[in-house]
């Protein structure tokens, strides 16, 4: 698995949505399956995936899938 | 008394609002907004739904209900349709205040929201001193409602502002709905003191909210266990947030171990960490520990809150003396509603409680006065013939590092986690820690605890699965 195909699966797997759901384009709050309460599990499962630790900044601003690849990149993932 | 729907204009230039749009209200323009409503309103009382949102217009609603003496009920406007039809036939309101919406005619209209008629009349009538109704739940299932007087929401204000040391420079964040009492009443305790709300609908976990804390100068927060889960998660104890004072925290129980830390940041940090204990029924502050001490009683729910009364009852009702022995909280205050109700024809029915409140939490009191909540009467399962507390199993799996919730029926004990790789040493933990048998205990895993729409953790929907085989 990629890590595009990981950071899917782990966004499915943390607000419980289809592969189908999770494009690039999907955007926090846009759907009942993205709220507050699921940002923070998605948080804690992207961190230990990806064996990272998102900064203040970028929990906040990882309002889309497509943010939330350019934000890991950041942190030395590869796309 | 303070009476926070009759005050505003003697705040007259002071800030009462700050809107998302920079745009701020003062205290004198909203008097003005609340006297051009309340004159739409008839002499008699008559109820009122008012689908609340973080909006200008929802608080202009409450106060102007509330100033013509009306009824209002304060109703999450995200309300599914079905439990709001259900609720309408149930409580037959004759006006409904709401964002404006085709095909109704308004007999007042301001900023998207407007106030019309229903197509309930001559209704049975309201008790005189009926002023508000609330839910019990904060979900949306239920159409049980808490009855409560202006005295009530008056007197609870008014006990909030003075252990607080609420004044006129504090400026709250809308981090909570309105039609949660716990939200409302942070609306209420700075409209009292002439301080001001800053309203937003942003959520915490964007940009947007963290920008208009900074931006407003926010003095105070408000949240219930979630948000304190959410300000770990966003690092809060490395933010720069020079005017944030004050941390509320109600609506449960917060595990000791994050109160602690909340503790230990508030004390460098110079702010004040307020826990604080309620229910709707009491309008609803109950008790709070004082800030100074919950480094100490990091598990208390501390003293009963200016004007109340706290004590201990065992089960024949009697008044429990010792300490650290269980027994039922009872609180007494001017603060305690007048009832519940289910339909429109008890709203008719006067004080039943008498300022007297039975909690139904169990609790114990220490030496030094400070109750400490052991359990609900409902949340006991029985194993085996053995009474087992639900919400001790819970702090016992919480203090030994596990994110656990605990549910059940007689001979079952339920836990979930979140971690499913623990949910094995978890089921080895109780089994040993209580000597219940392995075979009465299930295990499973669920991705977050779900919440009802006012932040309480959902026991229902949490072990929904088990419930419904």
Redesign the interface.
């Known amino acids: 698995m990629n890590n595009k195909e990981k950071l899917i699966t782990t966004f499915c797997?943390?607000l419980?949505i289809e592969q189908a759901v999770a494009t690039g384009e999907l955007e926090?709050?846009s759907i009942s399956e993205w709220?507050?309460?699921?940002?923070?599990?998605l948080?804690?499962k992207l961190e230990q995936e990806f064996d990272i630790m998102l900064?203040?900044?970028d929990?906040?601003?990882m309002?889309s899938i497509n943010k939330a690849e350019e934000i890991l990149a950041r942190y030395d993932v590869v796309f | 008394m303070l009476c926070f729907d009759e005050s505003l204009d003697q705040f007259a230039g002071a800030t009462a609002l700050f809107l998302d749009d920079n745009e701020q209200i003062s205290y004198s323009e909203l008097a003005g907004k609340v006297a051009a409503l309340v004159r739409i309103f008839p002499a008699e009382k008559q109820l009122v739904f008012i689908l609340s949102e973080i909006h200008v217009q929802t608080i202009v609603a409450y106060l102007a209900a509330l100033r013509a003496g009306q009824a209002a009920v304060l109703l999450n406007a995200n309300m599914d349709a079905s439990a709001f039809d259900l609720l309408l036939q149930q409580y037959q309101p004759e006006w409904i205040f709401e964002a404006v919406q085709t095909g109704h005619s308004y007999e007042y209209k301001e900023n998207g929201h407007g106030l019309r008629r229903t197509h309930y009349r001559d209704n049975s009538t309201i008790h005189p001193d009926v002023a508000l109704l609330l839910s019990t739940s904060g979900t949306t299932g239920s159409s049980k409602m808490v009855k409560l007087t202006k005295e009530n929401l008056y007197h609870n204000a008014a006990a909030i502002v003075e252990y607080l040391a609420i004044d006129s420079n504090e400026r709250a964040i809308s981090s909570l709905p309105l039609h949660y009492s716990y939200g409302l009443s942070v609306l209420n305790s700075h409209l009292a003191a002439g301080a001001a709300i800053v309203l937003t609908d942003t959520?915490?976990?964007?940009?947007d909210?963290?920008d208009v804390l900074k931006e407003c100068k926010v003095t105070s927060f408000a949240g219930v266990p979630?948000h304190y889960?959410?300000l770990l998660?966003?690092?809060f104890f490395?933010?720069d947030l020079p005017d944030l004072k004050t941390l509320t925290q109600a609506g449960g129980r917060l595990s000791s171990k994050f109160i602690r830390k909340f503790a230990d940041h508030a004390a460098t940090a110079g702010m004040r960490f307020f826990v604080m204990y309620g229910q709707t029924e009491a309008s609803p502050r109950i008790s709070y520990v004082p800030a100074g001490g919950i480094a100490d009683n990091p598990e208390s729910i501390g003293i009963a809150i200016p004007g109340g009364k706290l004590w201990l009852q065992d089960s024949n009702g009697n008044i429990i003396e010792k300490d650290n022995e269980e027994g039922e909280l009872i609180y007494e205050g001017p603060n305690v509603m007048m009832g519940y109700a289910t339909c429109r024809d008890d709203l008719a029915t006067g004080d039943e409680f008498h300022n007297i409140l039975p909690t139904g939490d169990l609790a114990k009191r220490s030496a030094n006065g400070y109750f400490t909540i052991s359990g609900r009467l409902k949340r006991f399962i029985k194993i085996f013939g053995n009474r087992v507390n639900l919400d001790e199993v819970e702090l016992l799996l919480q203090n030994k590092g596990y994110d656990a919730l605990c549910g059940g029926e007689d001979n079952h004990l339920w836990v979930a986690v979140?971690d499913h790789a623990v949910a094995g040493d978890a089921k080895k933990y109780v089994t040993s820690a209580l000597g219940i048998h392995h075979s009465a205990i299930e295990t499973f895993t669920v991705?977050?605890f779900?919440?009802t729409d006012s932040g309480k953790i959902d026991y229902r929907k949490t072990f929904s699965a088990l419930l419904e085989r």
């Open positions: 797997d943390a419980g926090y709050n709220d507050s309460v699921a940002h923070m599990a948080i804690a900064d203040t900044d929990i906040i601003d309002s | 959520s915490m976990m964007s940009r909210f963290w979630y889960e959410m998660r966003l690092r490395n933010m979140t991705e977050t779900p919440t």
